[in-house]
């Protein structure tokens, strides 16, 4: 399998929001398998796929023994928080010191279209919030303060 190329900041498709799925089809499950092999290939552990430039509600990751792949994903509990300094594939060589939930339960459909609820905590809390955040279009970069977001425009000429 040759691994997708992977969408880099300021691509503006990484800005759009994704639609939902209405169904689960082999169409689905071939594409969440070409993001996971991607993710790995990468070295990421988590992956959304406005990355490989698709606006569709798709995100897999990989922390430890947890395999996550999963369509519509929402978060419908949170608990705690906790800070962290995030990279992004999308944004190679930036780290942004991120303020996410550290305990969350995320809802969605599992790659055989059955509705799962997938509890985590700790890296795999903040991979799955860093995912969901792709889908509607948000990148650590929006968690920097206003003047270091002023300094990240400028370097990038935008
Ligand atoms: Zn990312």
Excluded at 1 to 30: F, H, N, S
Excluded at 65 to 88: Q, R
Excluded at 113 to 142: C, N, T, W, Y
Aim: glycine fraction near 8%; hydrophobic fraction near 40%; proline fraction near 4%.
């Amino acid at each position: 399998m040759e691994p997708l190329a992977i969408k880099k900041y300021p691509d503006k498709i990484l800005r759009k929001k994704c639609v939902e799925l209405e169904e689960i089809t082999d169409k689905e499950r071939e594409l969440l398998g070409k993001m996971f092999f991607t993710m790995r290939h990468f070295g990421g552990i988590g992956l959304a796929a406005p990355q490989i430039g698709i606006s569709k509600k798709l995100i897999v990751a990989k922390v430890d023994e947890h395999t996550v792949k999963l369509a519509n994903p929402e978060i419908i509990k949170i608990k705690g928080t906790d800070n962290m300094v995030e990279g992004c594939l999308s944004i190679p060589g930036v780290g942004v010191d991120v303020e996410r939930a550290y305990r969350i339960v995320v809802k969605g459909l599992s790659e055989n279209g059955q509705i799962v609820e997938i509890k985590a905590k700790g890296l795999l809390a903040r991979v799955l919030q860093h995912e969901i955040d792709h889908l509607s279009g948000k990148l650590i970069i929006d968690y920097l303060p206003f003047w270091e977001k002023l300094k990240f425009r400028v370097k990038s000429g935008r």
